[in-house]
């Protein structure tokens, strides 16, 4: 169902991988929201004890977003969201998210498959929100869980693989252009390429380069980004080869280096995921 | 009763208290006249012995004058009761007071008849000699009860008890007024005392919702006090499902100094009875970590502090629910202290909530090795892989300001690893990644260190992951590294064969085959581990010029490889390659060929070893020695005859990297005693010695005619006297001596 996950689209997600969770119980997760309201009240206010249970300013709701999965094998995607209520505004006012958090597995079958019970795998963590709070939840469940969190960086290679994936998906809209962006390195100042083509000419290359539909080789990534290259290279005497590739911009979604991306489109969402849990299991093991 | 506990306390080195048993006639020392503070301090002239009596003597008459005080008597103009007073001082000072002592002057003090001054006088007068009984505790709380003291002697008597706390003898009754003392929590003055007293007593029966509310009211109203917090802390760690609290970076101390007047003297007097007091409780809530540097939130490389896994108490409380009379409570990793405490709770211990705080904790790491789980080795492989892998200096970009870290870092993993004597597969499968892009340098003692606990299982990988790029840095680095490396891998030989016994033996204990690792596995890596390092070895000496310093290295790792069959239960020996052999033998240095003498016998007692074996076939056959081996040995063993022993070292080598040379090409040298260039005097090696024996054996002769030395037998002698024991074992052994000795 579309609807349920929308708004997930057209944020930034900060990207984190994650070492399988120790004793987490999926049955739990009022009692886990109840413990990290505590924690993060005790955190926000060093030094003072809170009871566990009662009413905070900052409320957890812990969920699971069952949508979100590759295989029967995956683990539910878990949604953290963090409110609070303003005092100004009236009782019965909504109360104001300002933290999201998602752990999501899509396809994690290569790391989940020889786990022991006890293990959940979880791989990729998205964050939406201001860092101290990343920073206290990431504490709770390295410490109630024993696992380690890293920031998922994203290699040029990879951002080269989305980059091809996504000019060949079917769009209703053809409206956005696929957006490359080459930094330039070792320059005193930093230098950065943008290079912007029509989706429809993206596309269009994909196609003449790709040989199977469904199947997608390393040789095939190459060559279209070649061709990316010796365009540009024509008409601007400029090498992009020599140059990083930072982000890739596309109607589907976007993805910069520094492990931030933003999803634009439902229907891909669980494509994009599977590559990012792969990435973010590659970095686990 | 009470007598008997008293004694009991007692140590031989006080002879007061021997003394003391036939003291008991109050009366005689009555008739004695009045022993005031004056007669006291004169009585400090007085032998040990004599001084000791009269105290006493004057102690149980101002405990009997106390005890039967009736009502309110003023301090002024009361001598007796000064002279008591001043008696009961300076003898619990000197000496502290037995425990009816104490319950007389607690009793008195705490009932108000007196001044405050007198009542403080004697509070600060109850300095325990062995024990407070508990009963006396439980009378004065029913005296603050009834309030009939004053507010300061009420909170002079709180930091007595908290003071005294770990000499009570029981405690039972006192856990039954924990209601009692925390209602006392409502008196902002006592408040904090009360705190540290229920801090002293808490357990986790003790926690209950109501109370945690209670404090929580308090806190409100008082804000952040660090006696609640630790308080508060306590009740966290019992029931963290109940009430949480962070504490800030730099709270520490807890409770103020409350030990107050009294701690000095027991301390004085404890150290004179020099007998085992009771250790005082430690604060064990420090959650505060040092933090050198401000990082990402996940980027700091911070061992976790052990602490309770609190998933697993709430599944406890939910299993108790369900079986009220099984005992299953855990017991917290914060209060394990002691190695006995260990002992005592290790069927109920859980391992912490985060499984990488074991590395500093030796409890736990003992703990580890009891326990064989597979989700603890997965638990820690995680958190270490990643912790590696983003901490590394030299892998990581701007990560070098932080090597100081990162080498105390890989100095606990290390640690670790001979601790449980065994290696982590997480730190494997880091070194294999970030070798090729070491320099060599950084961290450079830790990586060499930590490469000994590679484990045996994973072989495959050895050649590309580690002999590869190790030996491109082994020939481009200092001698130091070589020395280091060398050292190293001789570690990493041994750690593997002790591995294959320890596995021997559990083999043969369970009847269960073996595991992953067949023998022939185990023999090629261990083979293939012997072939590198003979290759280095011999492209390092060249590089070098054959230092003794290399050298000695290079022979302490074939001290282990000639004995692997016999010492170790492995059915292989290599041969130290030419390259070796050589540089060894003609050595300028004298250790290093007694070494080399050693390491030959003990190939020799390997190798006879095995042929009896083989003949009596007894075990082993499939891996029989290869006739090279005993070969290369017997060539080998030639050359060292001729060198040391027969003269013949140019004749008799067949080695076709050895020393073998055609008399005409000798006599071409123009060498005139090429002869007699290589025996046991004339070896390079053994000249120096040479020399000193003519110097003591024909003191006046000049010449330096070594071949005055023509019974060898005392020269010999003289040879092992200094220490050559490899030259003996080896000539003993090797050298057929008929001739010489008859």
């Given at each position: 169902?579309?609807?349920?996950t929308a708004f997930?689209?057209?944020?930034?997600?900060?990207?984190?991988?994650?070492t399988?969770?120790?004793?987490?119980?999926e049955?739990?997760?009022?009692?886990?929201?109840?413990?990290l309201?505590?924690?993060?009240?005790?955190?926000?206010?060093k030094?003072?004890a809170?009871?566990?249970?009662?009413?905070?300013?900052?409320?957890?709701a812990?969920?699971?977003?069952?949508?979100?999965k590759?295989s029967?094998?995956d683990?539910?995607?878990?949604?953290?969201?963090?409110?609070?209520?303003?005092?100004?505004?009236?009782?019965?006012s909504?109360?104001k998210?300002v933290?999201?958090?998602?752990?999501?597995?899509?396809?994690?079958?290569?790391?989940?498959e020889?786990?022991?019970?006890?293990?959940?795998?979880?791989?990729?963590?998205?964050?939406?929100?201001?860092?101290?709070?990343?920073?206290?939840?990431?504490?709770?469940?390295?410490?109630t869980?024993?696992?380690?969190?890293?920031?998922?960086?994203?290699?040029?290679?990879?951002?080269?693989?989305?980059?091809?994936?996504?000019?060949g998906?079917?769009?209703d809209?053809?409206?956005?252009?696929?957006?490359?962006?080459?930094?330039v390195?070792?320059?005193?100042?930093p230098?950065d390429?943008?290079?912007?083509?029509?989706?429809?000419?993206?596309k269009?290359?994909?196609?003449?380069?790709?040989k199977?539909?469904?199947?997608?080789?390393q040789?095939?990534?190459?060559?279209?980004?070649d061709?990316?290259?010796?365009?540009?290279?024509?008409?601007f005497?400029?090498?992009?080869?020599?140059t990083?590739?930072?982000k890739?911009?596309?109607?589907?979604?976007?993805?910069?280096?520094?492990g931030?991306?933003?999803?634009?489109?439902s229907?891909?969402?669980?494509?994009?995921?599977?590559?990012?849990?792969?990435?973010?299991?590659?970095?686990i093991? | 009763?009470?007598?008997?506990?008293?004694?009991s306390?007692?140590?031989?080195e006080?002879?007061?208290?021997?003394?003391?048993?036939?003291?008991?006639?109050?009366?005689?020392?009555?008739?004695?006249?009045?022993?005031?503070?004056?007669?006291?301090?004169?009585?400090?002239?007085?032998?040990?012995?004599?001084?000791?009596?009269?105290?006493q003597?004057s102690?149980?008459?101002?405990?009997s004058?106390?005890?039967k005080?009736q009502?309110?008597?003023?301090?002024k103009?009361?001598?007796v009761?000064?002279?008591?007073?001043?008696?009961?001082?300076?003898?619990?000072?000197q000496?502290g007071?037995?425990?009816?002592?104490?319950?007389?002057?607690?009793?008195?003090?705490?009932?108000g008849?007196?001044?405050?001054?007198?009542?403080?006088?004697?509070?600060?007068?109850?300095?325990?000699?062995s024990?407070?009984?508990?009963?006396?505790?439980?009378?004065?709380?029913?005296?603050?009860?009834?309030s009939?003291?004053?507010?300061?002697?009420?909170?002079?008597?709180?930091?007595?008890?908290i003071t005294?706390?770990?000499?009570?003898?029981?405690?039972?009754?006192?856990?039954?007024?924990?209601?009692?003392?925390?209602s006392f929590?409502?008196?902002?003055?006592?408040?904090?005392y009360?705190?540290h007293?229920?801090?002293?007593?808490?357990?986790?029966?003790?926690?209950?919702?109501f109370?945690?509310?209670?404090?929580?009211?308090?806190?409100?109203?008082?804000g952040?006090?660090?006696h609640?917090?630790a308080?508060?802390?306590?009740?966290?760690?019992?029931?963290?499902?109940?009430?949480?609290?962070?504490?800030?970076g730099?709270?520490?101390?807890?409770?103020?100094?409350?030990?107050?007047?009294w701690?000095?003297?027991?301390?004085?007097?404890?150290?004179?009875?020099q007998?085992?007091?009771?250790?005082?409780q430690?604060?064990?809530?420090?959650?505060?970590?040092?933090?050198?540097r401000?990082?990402?939130w996940?980027?700091?490389?911070?061992?976790?502090?052990?602490?309770?896994?609190?998933?697993?108490?709430?599944?406890?409380?939910?299993?108790n629910?369900?079986?009220?009379?099984?005992?299953?409570?855990?017991?917290?990793?914060?209060?394990l202290?002691?190695?006995?405490?260990?002992?005592?709770?290790?069927?109920?211990?859980?391992?912490p909530?985060?499984?990488?705080?074991?590395?500093t904790?030796?409890?736990?790491?003992?703990?580890m090795?009891?326990?064989k789980?597979?989700?603890?080795?997965?638990?820690?492989?995680y958190?270490?892989g990643?912790?590696?892998?983003e901490?590394?200096?030299?892998?990581?970009?701007d990560?070098n300001?932080?090597?100081?870290?990162?080498?105390?870092?890989?100095?606990t993993?290390?640690?670790?690893?001979?601790?449980?004597?065994?290696?982590?597969?997480?730190?494997?499968?880091?070194?294999?990644?970030?070798?090729p892009?070491?320099?060599?340098?950084?961290?450079q003692?830790?990586?060499?260190?930590?490469?000994?606990?590679?484990p045996?299982?994973?072989?495959?990988?050895?050649?590309?992951?580690l002999?590869?790029?190790?030996?491109?840095l082994?020939f481009?680095?200092?001698?130091?590294?070589k020395?280091?490396?060398l050292?190293?891998?001789?570690?990493?030989?041994?750690?593997?064969?002790?591995?294959?016994?320890?596995?021997l033996?559990?083999?043969?204990?369970?009847?269960?085959?073996?595991l992953t690792?067949?023998?022939?596995?185990?023999?090629?890596?261990?083979?293939?581990?012997?072939?590198?390092?003979?290759?280095?070895?011999?492209?390092a000496?060249?590089l070098?010029?054959?230092?003794?310093?290399?050298?000695?290295?290079i022979?302490?790792f074939?001290?282990?490889?000639?004995?692997m069959?016999?010492?170790?239960?492995?059915?292989?020996?290599?041969?130290?390659?030419a390259?070796?052999?050589?540089?060894?033998l003609?050595?300028?240095?004298?250790v290093?060929?007694?070494?080399?003498?050693?390491i030959?016998?003990?190939?020799?007692?390997?190798?006879?070893?095995?042929?009896?074996?083989?003949?009596s076939?007894?075990?082993m056959?499939?891996?029989?020695f290869?006739?090279?081996?005993?070969?290369?040995?017997?060539?080998?063993?030639?050359?060292?005859v001729?060198?040391?022993?027969?003269?013949?070292?140019?004749?008799k080598?067949?080695h076709?990297?050895?020393?073998h040379?055609?008399?005409?090409?000798?006599?071409?040298?123009?060498?005139?005693?090429?002869?007699?260039?290589f025996?046991?005097?004339y070896?390079?090696?053994?000249?120096?010695?040479?020399?000193?024996?003519?110097?003591?054996?024909?003191?006046?002769?000049?010449?330096?005619?070594?071949?005055?030395?023509k019974?060898?037998?005392?020269?010999?002698?003289y040879?092992?006297a200094?220490?050559?024991?490899?030259?003996?074992?080896?000539i003993?052994?090797?050298?057929?001596?008929v001739?010489?000795?008859?």
């Amino acid at each position: 169902d579309p609807q349920r996950t929308a708004f997930l689209l057209r944020k930034q997600w900060s990207l984190y991988s994650v070492t399988p969770l120790y004793r987490f119980c999926e049955a739990r997760l009022r009692d886990y929201g109840r413990q990290l309201g505590a924690f993060i009240a005790a955190e926000r206010q060093k030094g003072l004890a809170v009871e566990v249970g009662v009413e905070l300013d900052v409320k957890v709701a812990v969920s699971c977003l069952p949508d979100l999965k590759g295989s029967e094998q995956d683990q539910a995607a878990l949604l953290l969201q963090l409110s609070t209520r303003s005092p100004t505004s009236k009782k019965n006012s909504e109360d104001k998210v300002v933290w999201l958090g998602w752990f999501c597995c899509v396809a994690g079958d290569e790391l989940s498959e020889n786990l022991p019970e006890d293990f959940t795998c979880l791989p990729l963590f998205l964050v939406h929100g201001a860092e101290r709070y990343t920073a206290i939840v990431g504490g709770w469940f390295q410490k109630t869980f024993d696992c380690y969190f890293r920031r998922l960086t994203i290699s040029p290679l990879s951002l080269s693989w989305m980059a091809a994936m996504w000019a060949g998906c079917k769009e209703d809209k053809a409206t956005s252009a696929m957006e490359l962006l080459f930094s330039v390195p070792c320059l005193p100042q930093p230098l950065d390429i943008s290079y912007a083509i029509h989706a429809e000419d993206a596309k269009a290359l994909w196609d003449t380069v790709q040989k199977t539909p469904g199947e997608i080789t390393q040789e095939e990534v190459d060559v279209f980004m070649d061709c990316l290259y010796s365009h540009f290279h024509r008409h601007f005497k400029i090498y992009l080869s020599a140059t990083k590739l930072v982000k890739v911009s596309t109607a589907i979604a976007s993805a910069h280096s520094d492990g931030i991306v933003k999803f634009f489109q439902s229907q891909y969402l669980t494509g994009v995921l599977m590559l990012l849990t792969e990435l973010a299991i590659s970095q686990i093991q | 009763e009470k007598m008997q506990r008293r004694q009991s306390s007692k140590t031989p080195e006080q002879p007061s208290q021997v003394h003391h048993k036939t003291q008991t006639d109050l009366s005689a020392w009555r008739k004695g006249g009045r022993t005031g503070p004056e007669k006291s301090v004169q009585y400090h002239q007085f032998p040990n012995n004599q001084e000791n009596d009269t105290n006493q003597g004057s102690l149980e008459q101002a405990l009997s004058y106390f005890k039967k005080v009736q009502d309110r008597v003023s301090l002024k103009k009361n001598n007796v009761l000064q002279d008591h007073l001043t008696t009961v001082e300076s003898i619990a000072l000197q000496r502290g007071l037995p425990p009816e002592g104490i319950d007389v002057l607690l009793n008195v003090a705490l009932s108000g008849k007196f001044a405050d001054t007198v009542n403080t006088r004697l509070l600060k007068s109850l300095v325990p000699a062995s024990v407070v009984p508990e009963s006396c505790v439980v009378s004065s709380v029913s005296w603050l009860c009834v309030s009939k003291c004053s507010g300061n002697i009420q909170l002079l008597f709180l930091r007595w008890l908290i003071t005294v706390f770990d000499f009570i003898d029981h405690k039972e009754q006192l856990h039954a007024l924990y209601g009692i003392f925390f209602s006392f929590l409502q008196d902002e003055k006592m408040c904090p005392y009360v705190c540290h007293l229920l801090y002293l007593l808490t357990r986790k029966e003790s926690v209950k919702p109501f109370r945690i509310r209670r404090l929580l009211d308090l806190q409100s109203k008082m804000g952040m006090q660090p006696h609640l917090q630790a308080l508060l802390s306590l009740y966290k760690l019992f029931c963290p499902e109940q009430v949480t609290i962070a504490l800030p970076g730099k709270t520490k101390i807890y409770f103020k100094n409350s030990e107050g007047p009294w701690k000095a003297a027991i301390n004085t007097i404890r150290q004179r009875n020099q007998e085992k007091s009771p250790v005082s409780q430690v604060l064990f809530l420090c959650t505060a970590q040092p933090r050198s540097r401000k990082r990402k939130w996940n980027t700091q490389l911070i061992i976790p502090a052990s602490s309770t896994n609190q998933n697993n108490l709430e599944e406890d409380k939910e299993q108790n629910h369900v079986d009220l009379y099984c005992m299953n409570e855990s017991f917290p990793v914060e209060q394990l202290q002691t190695f006995s405490q260990l002992l005592q709770n290790i069927h109920h211990l859980e391992f912490p909530s985060q499984m990488g705080s074991v590395l500093t904790n030796p409890l736990l790491l003992h703990y580890m090795n009891c326990i064989k789980d597979e989700s603890i080795y997965l638990r820690l492989y995680y958190w270490m892989g990643q912790t590696l892998q983003e901490e590394c200096t030299w892998c990581v970009a701007d990560n070098n300001k932080y090597e100081e870290e990162f080498k105390d870092f890989l100095e606990t993993v290390y640690k670790t690893e001979c601790f449980l004597q065994e290696g982590f597969s997480s730190c494997e499968v880091f070194l294999y990644r970030s070798l090729p892009l070491w320099d060599g340098c950084c961290c450079q003692s830790q990586v060499l260190r930590l490469l000994s606990w590679i484990p045996l299982s994973s072989f495959s990988e050895t050649k590309s992951h580690l002999y590869d790029p190790m030996a491109q840095l082994f020939f481009t680095s200092s001698l130091y590294f070589k020395c280091s490396f060398l050292e190293s891998l001789k570690e990493l030989l041994q750690n593997w064969l002790n591995w294959h016994v320890i596995h021997l033996d559990s083999e043969s204990d369970s009847q269960v085959p073996s595991l992953t690792t067949t023998l022939s596995e185990l023999v090629n890596v261990v083979a293939e581990l012997i072939h590198f390092v003979g290759w280095i070895s011999t492209v390092a000496l060249r590089l070098e010029n054959n230092p003794t310093f290399l050298l000695y290295f290079i022979l302490d790792f074939y001290e282990t490889v000639c004995d692997m069959y016999l010492k170790y239960n492995l059915p292989l020996l290599i041969m130290p390659p030419a390259g070796v052999f050589y540089p060894a033998l003609l050595s300028m240095d004298s250790v290093s060929l007694n070494q080399l003498c050693y390491i030959m016998y003990r190939y020799r007692t390997n190798l006879v070893a095995a042929k009896e074996n083989e003949l009596s076939k007894k075990k082993m056959l499939q891996f029989k020695f290869s006739r090279q081996t005993y070969q290369e040995y017997n060539q080998y063993i030639t050359a060292m005859v001729g060198c040391l022993w027969t003269s013949s070292a140019f004749q008799k080598d067949i080695h076709p990297q050895g020393l073998h040379m055609e008399d005409e090409l000798l006599k071409k040298t123009r060498e005139q005693e090429f002869k007699t260039s290589f025996n046991i005097v004339y070896h390079p090696a053994m000249m120096g010695y040479a020399v000193l024996f003519l110097q003591q054996a024909w003191p006046g002769d000049t010449t330096f005619n070594f071949n005055l030395i023509k019974k060898w037998n005392w020269y010999l002698e003289y040879l092992y006297a200094q220490g050559l024991k490899g030259l003996k074992v080896f000539i003993e052994s090797s050298i057929n001596r008929v001739s010489q000795t008859s």
